[in-house]
């Protein structure tokens, strides 16, 4: 709290929050007094060698998915990223997207994570349908394809990835 304060002195009000493995920081800041532009500049750890964005608050309609994303091509990072990208957002707002690279090497490891709200917006007048999330999904609109796993979702075959086989 204390680079918070530093870094974007006119934020006024900081809470930690705590999710069991995941902690946040809920600051409320008026556009008008934010000299430093924390929404692009973001808050920055020297020590860690990390930089955080923030992001507005969710609405109550939010409806917001973790997905953990296996069997990806094997592409370097950066292709691998935006096609990923322009594979998911059929299925909702991407709100985070990352891909598994090896700690020490940096390689790519096939593997990802995507947060996706996937709530139908329903007073926007361009409004866009996002299909229904499912585990086997196709890369880019080929027949290639990769799969997401999530909380609560329909059971599927570990050997074929099919879903609801009974």
Known sequence: MILLKEQHPNVYVCVPLSDDPRRYLVAYIEKENDNNDIMNSGLIFPDANLKLYSFPSLNDSTKVVDIEISHLPLLPKKEALEDLQGSLQVFGEIMDLGIATEPA??????????????????????????????????????????????????????????????
Do not use: P
């Open 105 to 166: 090497t940096g390689f790519f490891m096939g593997a990802g994570y995507a947060v996706l709200n996937i709530q139908q917006e329903v007073n926007v007048a361009e409004r866009k349908i996002f299909q229904a999330l499912s585990h086997q999904i196709s890369w880019c609109q080929s027949n290639e394809f990769f799969h997401a796993t999530w909380n609560n979702m329909s059971t599927w075959c570990r050997y074929c990835h099919k879903e609801d086989l009974v």
